[in-house]
């Protein structure tokens, strides 16, 4: 049971870049779905979730207007679409899911520690 992220790569302030999350020995649409990241020296960090009882989203601050979650039951997938990239955007993201509830909490308030099955992560940079 894990997910494997992919999609990071480098792309310059301003850009684009969308993130996939594929779920293997599970089904994620049965879980509410998180993605994080982690900068060098920094803890990890909430930026999205998604709901599994009605796709209900939440975003931290940091992603409010600029990041979009999305689920596609069909391909056992969600996705992290990353528009206007800063550079402090730069960090590795994970996906996880939510072992404890199925319904994400306004603005990601939710622990980290209710996440499991995490994946190696793909690394995002942005830098001119």
């Known amino acids: 049971v894990q997910v494997v992220e992919s999609g990071g790569g480098l792309v310059q302030p301003g850009g684009s870049l969308r993130l996939s999350c594929a779920g293997s020995?599970?089904?994620?649409?049965?879980?509410?779905i998180g993605w994080f990241r982690q900068a060098p020296g920094k803890e990890r960090e909430g930026v999205a979730c998604?709901?599994?009882?009605?796709?209900?989203?939440a975003y931290t601050d940091s992603a409010k207007g600029r990041f979009t979650v999305s689920r596609d039951r069909a391909k056992n997938t969600v996705s992290l679409q990353m528009t206007n990239l800063k550079p402090e955007d730069t960090a590795v993201y994970y996906c996880?899911?939510?072992?404890?509830?199925?319904?994400?909490?306004?603005?990601?308030?939710?622990?980290?520690?209710?996440?499991?099955?995490w994946g190696q992560g793909t690394q995002v940079t942005v830098s001119s």
């Open positions: 996880a899911a939510n072992l404890m509830r199925s319904r994400c909490l306004a603005t990601m308030t939710e622990p980290v520690y209710e996440y499991d099955y």
């Open positions: 020995g599970f089904t994620l649409a049965d879980y509410a």
């Open positions: 998604i709901s599994s009882s009605d796709g209900t989203t």
